[in-house]
Nanobody
Framework: QSELRESGGGSVQAGGTLRLSCVYS????????CGWFRQAPGKEREFVAA????????NYADNVKGRFTISKDMGKNTVDLQMNNLTPEDTAVYYC?????????????????WGRGTLVTVSS
């Protein structure tokens, strides 16, 4: 059973917002970097956003930059992905992941712990 669990997915209309959260069971996100990836139907998994362990370095995919924000909420021990101005192209299953190292990695191969995903559907 995965120690990472995503929540917050759902169905929204284009232009809408969603906030995804990732919980890491029995561990503190204070000690880990984290990334969000997504996989649309028929497509490969792609990088969305990541922050390093200390939240000093944050990386975004070009197609979400300016619309999505990744952040840690240490009060809730979550890593959140605020998604604004959603488009149908954002429709996908969204996964949070924790890497082996402490950087804001953009490649899936650098991550070894994955959640099961949460579905985001954006209608036009």
């Amino acid at each position: 059973q995965s120690e990472l669990r995503e929540s917050g997915g759902g169905s929204v209309q284009a232009g809408g917002t969603l906030r995804l959260s990732c919980v890491y069971s029995r561990r503190s996100f204070r000690n880990y970097a984290c990334g969000w990836f997504r996989q649309a139907p028929g497509k490969e998994r792609e990088f969305v956003a990541a922050l390093d362990r200390d939240s000093f370095i944050i990386n975004y995919a070009d197609n979400v930059k300016g619309r999505f924000t990744i952040s840690k909420d240490m009060g809730k021990n979550t890593v959140d992905l605020q998604m604004n101005n959603l488009t149908p192209e954002d429709t996908a299953v969204y996964y949070c992941a924790v890497p082996r190292g402490s950087h804001a990695y953009t490649e899936a191969r650098d991550y070894d712990s994955w959640g099961r995903g949460t579905l985001v559907t954006v209608s036009s």
